[in-house]
């Protein structure tokens, strides 16, 4: 759904839990206050602990409880782990030294952040498992949807649609089943698997599972990676996969795709998200499962509320081994479990669009007008009326890297306040599928775009489309390798590699780097996206750098990072040392994401902190890592100038206003001489960042909070707040 209808929905159901609290939970001044309440005209401090911000709900989630808690007066501390079990067991405690009296966790491993949350509870925290349950009976309650019947839709949805009941195994053979689990660290991925497994067993003469795999961290290029293997080994012959949410299906509906199977072999997924619902549409993914997380953040608020002033709950007990499907756990959790409901192609419309879970646009994107159903409240062939609204596409290639989300919301809102219609697409890195979103915006009438791009130069083949149709398409800080775009704005990226390898050679002292006693320095490059032209010029900056010092300098290893993934990097980074018997000393990294997971490999290997290593973007975790010593040094591009540029640039354009790009060449702009004609642009200047200066660039400029940049830090080695 949009974010401004998701706000509307969201306010008007906290309003009526605030109601309802006030007209069912009125208690004695004496008895609102809970044992461990804060001192006088102190807020009481609520924390929010989350797993990762990658996976696409759990920010949304974050965004609406912090509203919420604060509108009932709560001061909210947040921390997010990125996937580390460790850090989140830090950052519980960091909290709770900060005078937390109750939390909201989304747990990384339900059993390995017990260490934290026992210790929470004993220090008179209410603790809630949202969502994901904490195996701990010291939990105050946990939060979910009904998990086994998520299970139950899964397989339930895939087996109706393979017609199981009819399947004739003496014509066909048995059905050739492929199981994919959820994260195993996971224990609603457990749940899921009970509640598939109840129903296959219904009909276990009839099915040979041929693969069961489970998805570390529900990561859909590990899903897609599982597929393919799983699909060479059975030489394309499935009939049928159950797969555990949406993201894993469709990463593995990638691989099917390349193998002509996708909407032939049916297959589940959870979320209902708005790929997952477009994929539905399309006829790939079969059937999805609604958990509506409008209804969950309010939930789990309002308990925290009235756990904290002591006022009744009606949450049920449920037994540690009933919540695992482990007979051997012991005790009792006290729980709320919100309904489920299957979605398919017959009543997706009715189910999320109607309902506004997700936009029209977004579950319709690349649906041929003809065939899609009218949106609510609109005959069919609606004539526009007189006077409507000028539409500008925004197309991004992914959701999934940090920064481009929050860029679409400011966009979006600029956008909006000048009163254009504002289309979003998102590719999940696929670069077909952003070729057709843009021909299908152009076909929608948008008369602008601004483009992220996934492939500069594959990305051509629509642009040039939308220009000869009179689009203003703007390149937003990836180049797209043609002429006729109307402009590319973005930062000067060759100044970011020279400061990213300026910040590495400082920190190694490679002026006075002896050779002859230590040895050539042992580098490593680990370049961006091979498809992202901006890793071409940083890779361009970095290497003008280190071209003065080559003959101090061994490059033990260079690498590019696929999708910026941090995964990826992390693996790249493990083989690396392996290779090099750990002997590197220093790193060139060209984001702050794969810089972040080549420091989880050098972590393990006692490396971080001793190898300088470069980012870039500044983000929140990366400027955490600098400041605890690990990233040696960040690049920040203030972002916050680069989408009102880009708004601004767009209206001027459509409005034939002046404006105040300059021109480049396409070989300057490539670092390919070959490269012809010329591109108009504007480019922000960039800062290099470190541990000296990350609290006045970062911190007090507002670009990152205080509370982000410095958890972890005990207080008495954090500088006052601005």
């Not at 949304?60 to 989140?88: F, I």
Request: net charge negative.
């Amino acid at each position: 759904m949009s974010r401004k209808m998701y706000r509307i929905v969201m306010v008007g159901m906290a309003l009526l839990v605030s109601v309802s609290m006030l007209l069912g939970c009125a208690t004695p001044p004496q008895s609102t206050e809970a044992p461990g309440a804060a001192p006088s005209g102190e807020k009481i401090k609520v924390g929010l602990s989350f797993s990762d911000f990658a996976t696409e709900r759990w920010k949304n989630e974050e965004v609406l409880m912090r509203k919420l808690l604060e509108e009932k007066g709560y001061e909210v501390l947040t921390q997010e782990a990125n996937h580390d079990v460790k850090l989140q067991n830090d950052q519980i405690d960091n909290m709770v030294s900060q005078g937390v009296k109750a939390l909201i966790v989304v747990a990384e491993d339900g059993d390995a952040i017990v260490t934290s949350v026992d210790k929470a509870a004993d220090a008179g925290v209410k603790v809630i498992a949202y969502d994901r349950l904490i195996k701990t009976t010291k939990i105050a309650a946990y939060v979910s949807f009904n998990n086994v019947e998520v299970g139950r839709q899964q397989a339930d949805g895939v087996m109706k649609a393979v017609d199981i009941e009819n399947w004739d195994v003496n014509s066909k053979g048995k059905l050739r089943l492929v199981k994919l689990g959820g994260s195993p660290t996971d224990n609603n991925a457990i749940l899921f698997r009970q509640g598939q497994d109840e129903v296959l067993e219904k009909y276990k003469d009839k099915i040979e599972v041929v693969a069961d795999q489970w998805v570390d961290n529900w990561d859909a290029a590990n899903a897609l990676k599982l597929m393919e293997n799983i699909l060479t080994a059975a030489g394309n012959k499935i009939d049928a996969v159950v797969a555990s949410n949406d993201g894993t299906a469709l990463g593995a509906l990638q691989a099917m795709k390349a193998q002509g199977l996708a909407g032939k072999v049916p297959i589940s997924g959870q979320d209902a998200t708005a790929d997952g619902c477009n994929s539905i549409v399309k006829g790939e993914l079969t059937v999805t499962i609604l958990k509506d997380i409008r209804n969950l953040s309010p939930l789990a608020v309002d308990l925290a509320d009235k756990l904290l002033k002591g006022a009744p709950t009606d949450l049920k007990m449920y037994t540690m081994a009933e919540l695992t499907n482990d007979p051997s756990k012991t005790g009792e959790v006290p729980c709320y479990f919100l309904p489920v409901q299957q979605v398919t192609k017959d009543n997706v419309y009715e189910l999320v669009v109607k309902s506004g879970f997700q936009s029209y646009d977004d579950v319709y994107r690349d649906i041929p007008e003809a065939d899609r159903p009218p949106k609510t409240g609109e005959e069919p062939a609606a004539a526009a009326p007189s006077g409507e609204k000028i539409k500008v596409g925004l197309s991004f290639s992914d959701f999934a890297t940090e920064r481009w989300k929050n860029e679409e919301v400011l966009m979006r809102k600029l956008l909006e306040e000048k009163g254009y219609e504002v289309l979003t697409q998102e590719a999940n890195h696929d670069v077909k599928l952003q070729n057709d979103q843009i021909d299908n915006m152009v076909s929608q009438g948008v008369k602008a775009l601004i483009v992220v791009a996934e492939d500069g130069d594959a990305i051509v083949t629509s642009v040039d489309k939308a220009a000869d149709a009179g689009v203003k398409v703007i390149a937003y800080d990836r180049l797209i390798k043609t002429t006729k775009i109307a402009a590319y704005v973005s930062f000067n990226n060759v100044e970011v590699g020279r400061q990213q390898a300026d910040g590495v050679m400082k920190a190694v002292d490679i002026e006075n780097w002896d050779v002859n006693s230590k040895g050539k320095l042992r580098l490593v490059k680990l370049g961006g996206s091979p498809t992202d032209n901006n890793a071409i010029l940083f890779r361009q900056g970095q290497d003008e750098v280190l071209e003065k010092y080559k003959d101090k300098i061994e490059v033990v290893a260079d690498q590019w990072v696929d999708n910026w993934d941090a995964a990826n990097a992390l693996k790249l980074m493990e083989n690396i040392l392996t290779a090099a018997g750990n002997k590197i000393d220093a790193v060139v990294a060209s984001n702050d994401g794969t810089a972040l997971g080549a420091l989880q490999a050098m972590k393990a290997q006692g490396l971080a902190g001793k190898v300088p290593i470069s980012g870039q973007d500044a983000t929140a975790d990366g400027c955490n890592s600098i400041v605890k010593g690990e990233l040696t040094v960040t690049i920040l591009k203030d972002i916050r100038n680069l989408s009102p540029l880009a708004v601004d640039l767009a209206d001027k354009l459509l409005k034939g206003a002046p404006t105040d790009l300059k021109m480049y060449t396409m070989a300057e702009l490539t670092n390919d001489p070959s490269k012809t004609g010329e591109v108009p642009c504007h480019f922000l200047p960039v800062q290099q960042v470190t541990k000296d200066n990350v609290y006045e660039l970062v911190v007090k400029s507002g670009f990152q909070s205080y509370d982000d940049v410095y958890r972890d830090i005990p207080e008495a080695d954090r500088p006052p707040k601005p």
